[in-house]
């Protein structure tokens, strides 16, 4: 085998079947043209490495088959790339978020010390990064070789870009320039601003969407899963408690956060309804208020919750005031009775809306 | 102070880049192969790479704008391209074209 079969060999392995012959046959004149022109200028025949030469001029096999390709040469084209980076800066600010929320309550349960928690959150997030980027990538690679492109890149309004206002905090062109020059700065001022209920239902969405993946174990996040996210202090075992909190709650939360996004992107959608997402939070609230009512009367987190009377209440309050020291029981405690009294604002706050038909956070 | 060779570099590249379907357009009015057509495009100072031109000329001919046979010459086979009916009506269209944005570019600069 002669050293252009050996080149022709390796640019017909990538080039189509039915299209393979003919192309090969093509390219094996011209660079026979090519040694010739140059056997004639020089009066002599070539050597290998002559002729290696002129094939390198020619180009790669791997280029020079990928131009005969008729799809397009890129993964992520020009026009789709803007959306992929949206998504991909949406999905990190979530992820950090989780993160970051999931090595906290690590620390705080005493399950890792704060130096642990921060290298095992920075590697969770790389690995999540890493999936995210490939999941995104893989949804543009399809959505590039579509003969239809999608209509949201076509057909949208204006009253629906306050979606874009998520994810605005992660400056992508100063990464690409710190890529690009090594300039790490952020020249970009910032001003700070009020996200519109558009950006506020896209970003909720996103939230619930990581949680979700979390809850049922698809996201390695923070190295913890529900049921592992405890430890035995004081003598109570909050590992098999959470456990059974996970358990217990896996289909109730799974049917809420299901319900939320949805919600979320109908909200989206529609972000002037303002009796429509009142609407939402009264049915949000309420499941809210059922979900730490049962925290506080029947779950098994119930035990260590639980004070019969507000007097009770108040005492404890009083005690860990006055020690000083908070232990966990207490603090969740008070996780549960502010969920309640929240859940109890967003019922009270979203009839005052569905009667008034005005919401104050929307100017 | 002088033009960034670099920028430069990359700015003609997409100038020309345009002008090329039309050059080899306008060049297959006559009969050619490949190789020669490569050549006369450079005898006119177009310098076309062959990972370029033969990739191009496939596209033109599957948009019909081309038609090719093979035939022996020289003892070797070899495609020959030739302007179709409808490429000779999409070069007098692009020709149109091309000297309509010459005479506004001449005007501006």
Not at chain 1, 36 to 55: H, S, V, Y
Not at chain 1, 173 to 184: C, K, P
Request: with cysteine; aromatic share 10%; hydrophobic share 50%.
């Amino acid at each position: 085998m002669d050293i252009i079969d050996r080149y022709l060999n390796a640019v017909a392995a990538q080039l189509p079947q039915d299209q393979r012959a003919d192309i090969v046959a093509e390219l094996r004149d011209m660079i026979l043209s090519r040694f010739e022109e140059k056997e004639e200028a020089l009066g002599r025949p070539l050597t290998e490495a002559e002729q290696e030469e002129i094939l390198r001029d020619v180009g790669h096999p791997l280029a020079v088959a990928a131009r005969y390709g008729s799809g397009p040469q890129h993964i992520v084209g020009p026009e789709l790339f803007p959306w992929w980076m949206f998504g991909v800066r949406a999905g990190l600010i979530a992820i950090v978020a989780i993160t970051a929320i999931g090595a906290l309550a690590r620390v705080v349960v005493g399950d890792v010390e704060v130096g642990r928690a921060i290298g095992q959150a920075f590697h969770s997030i790389f690995q999540s990064a890493i999936m995210l980027i490939g999941f995104a990538t893989i949804a543009g690679f399809i959505i590039e070789r579509q003969k239809e492109k999608p209509a949201f890149l076509r057909e949208w309004r204006v009253k629906d870009l306050g979606l874009f206002e998520f994810g605005g905090s992660l400056n992508a062109e100063a990464v690409s320039r710190g890529l690009n020059e090594g300039d790490w700065t952020l020249k970009s001022p910032r001003k700070p601003r009020r996200a519109s209920p558009m950006a506020r239902a896209v970003g909720s969405a996103v939230g619930w969407s990581v949680v979700l993946l979390w809850w049922i174990g698809w996201l390695p996040l923070t190295h913890t899963s529900p049921e592992v996210l405890g430890a035995v202090i004081g003598g109570v075992d909050y590992s098999l408690m959470l456990g059974d909190l996970h358990a217990l709650l896996y289909w109730p939360v799974i049917a809420f956060g299901l319900a939320r996004i949805v919600f979320d992107v109908m909200h989206a959608a529609r972000p002037d309804g303002v009796r429509f997402t009142a609407l939402g939070d009264i049915g949000f609230g309420a499941a809210e208020l059922a979900l730490f009512g049962w925290l506080w009367l029947y779950s098994p987190l119930s035990k260590v919750v639980f004070v019969p009377t507000v007097e009770a209440f108040i005492e404890r309050v009083r005690d860990t005031v006055n020690t000083g020291w908070w232990p966990l029981p207490t603090i969740l405690m008070l996780c549960v009775a502010f969920g309640f009294l929240h859940a109890v604002y967003k019922v009270g706050s979203g009839l005052v809306r569905l009667a008034t038909g005005h919401d104050s956070r929307v100017t | 102070m002088g033009a960034d060779p670099e920028l430069f570099e990359s700015m003609r590249l997409e100038l020309r880049r345009g002008s090329l379907v039309l050059a080899v357009l306008a060049c297959l009015r006559t009969e050619r192969y490949g190789y020669t057509l490569r050549q006369a495009l450079a005898a006119d100072g177009l310098e076309m790479e062959e990972s370029t031109l033969y990739p191009l000329l496939r596209r033109l001919e599957s948009q019909g704008l081309l038609e090719s046979e093979w035939r022996e010459e020289e003892k070797r086979k070899k495609r020959f391209y030739r302007l179709s009916p409808g490429g000779e009506a999409m070069l007098a269209a692009l020709t149109d074209e091309w000297r309509g944005i010459n005479a506004s570019l001449d005007k501006i600069l």
